[in-house]
């Protein structure tokens, strides 16, 4: 036989393959078709079709290849698979109609159809795994458009199975990258990928692979999952708590992110704690922590982690015993945000409630590099520093030494800056810490008086926000009972005829009017303040609040009218 009559035959074999391939695929797709249309022994139609969908998504790439190399491995597939689906499709037939003549009989037969089918799926599924298709001719099937329907969507999914399944590693990779961006783009494919029985586990069993592409996707598609509250159980259910693990010990950073994401998402409300810790997972994540290997995005992620896993006491106690205190301060002092934040809020969360831990972080410097944090010569965001802000008002307010501590170490100056110059969110709660700071002590308040905070919590006397005003008034108030602030407040005559002004302006017998009243009580205790108070053109107002009898008022007018200032007032004042 010539070369040329050779090549000739080959690629008559290589046509008739592709016919028979094509008309396996359209008995099979009417075959599923028709199957849903079945009402009785639906659990076994079920399982027929699920065969069906798995070997007609894999017939469709062995379709897509142009290798005539394929003609010989088909040839003897093809026949055996068509002469099951068209007895298949006799069954079926009788099924819908209701035309069989015994029901055990006719289950007897689809248990057969099961059975051939899975073989059918192993022979294929053989073939791939041989390399016999790869990717090099494999084309992926289409992604459905942005209103196809479920029917198509789950075709598409299936076809991703199938190649996950039984294509070489570089199908495999390919696969994972498409589930991803569809489930990515849209939450009806996430759905799906629970719904089509065996996806989940692949991928749980994926994260094990030995392939880092491939653990890297499938840690990413599971990270995905996990966001879904309803998906937890069914991923949790899977096993894959473990294999999360193993990733986070030996897989690449890639992978650990997502597994770490997905695992901070499974152990919410310490959901899930016990199974991570029995894993070694909390070992896994202190290592990550500790080494110094990592980048800031699992640094964080991790740090997010572990606050999950705190809530149970025992988990706290052993992440205290392992040391970690001192190496989540170092870290609050690392130059990436994303590290500092999550450093900061684990500190936070670790000492929350506990005393003996609360003390640890500051016997090893956390005060000191929560407050370096602060520094306004360093370009730390408005965000870390509200976060460095919260933890100082949570670890430090507790007890004197720590605020005499957070003195020494120049906290007042940068909670002055704060005040002054802070984004909004940032100054509330620069307001918040100075009213707390105000009731540490005499010193703290001399402290914060020498800083020049009263002209600064004068302005926001006139803030929108009542909160705002309401701290601001009782801080002022309490700094205005040292006489050193007094007499420093009143030095400045816009500072009382603002706090008279502002009284002007109170509607009502408000808490505000009561605490700018009690201020100007206290600045009487000294000379000037009562003489700037009684000369002042507002005078008569605190009368008619006196009059009104507002008992702060009448205090304040009989404080007036006491000495040489009584010939000022137009009236005497009883109780």
Known sequence: MGEEEQHQNSTESFMAMKAGLR????????????????????????????????LNSGLMAAENCDSSQNTQVFSGLIPSVLVTANECHNLARSCADLSYSGKLLMQSDLDVMIARFDSHVKNLS???SAG??????????????????????????????????????EMKRQALVNLYQVVDEDERYAKLVVEVGGIVNVLVGFLDSPEMEIQEEASKIVSLLSGFDLYKGVLVGAGIIGPLVRVLENGSELGKEGAARCLQRLTVNSDNAW????????????????????????????????????????????????????????????????????????LQNMASGDDSVRQMVVREGGVRALVRVLDPKSSTSSKTREVALRAIENLCFSSQSCINMLMNFGFINQLFFLLRNGEASVQELA?????????????????????????????????KSYEVREMATEALSSLVS???NRKRFVQDDRNVGFLLQLLDQEDGISGNKKLLLSILMSLTNCNSGRRKIASSGYLKNIEKLAEAEVYD???????????????????????
């Open 23 to 54: 008309q396996a695929i359209e008995v099979i797709s009417s075959l599923i078709s028709l199957s849903h249309s079945i009402k009785v022994f639906s659990v076994k139609w079920q399982l027929i079709r699920k065969k069906l969908e798995e």
């Open 126 to 128: 053989g073939i791939y």
């Open 132 to 169: 016999i298709l790869s990717h090099g001719f494999a084309i992926v099937v289409s992604r459905p458009g942005l209103g196809a329907g479920k029917d198509d969507m789950r075709f598409y999914i299936r076809d991703l199975l199938t190649r996950m399944k039984i294509g070489d590693i």
């Open 275 to 346: 199974s991570v810790s029995a894993h070694g997972g909390v070992t896994a994540l202190l290592k990550i922590c500790s080494s110094g290997e990592f980048g800031g995005e699992l640094i964080g992620l991790a740090c997010a982690l572990l606050r999950n896993l705190v809530g149970v006491e025992e988990i706290k106690r052993f992440i205290v015993e392992e040391g970690a205190i001192s190496t989540f301060i170092k870290l609050a002092r690392s130059r990436d945000e994303i590290v500092q934040i999550n450093s900061m809020e684990f």
């Open 431 to 463: 307001l918040k810490v100075t009213f707390r700071l105000c009731s540490a002590s005499e010193e703290a308040k001399k402290a914060i008086g020498d800083a020049g905070f009263m002209p600064e919590l004068l302005k926001l006397l006139d803030a």
């Open 482 to 484: 040292v006489p050193k």
């Open 553 to 575: 008022a009448k205090k304040l007018v009989r404080k007036l009218s006491t000495n040489r200032f009584r010939s000022i007032l137009s009236g005497f004042w009883h109780s």
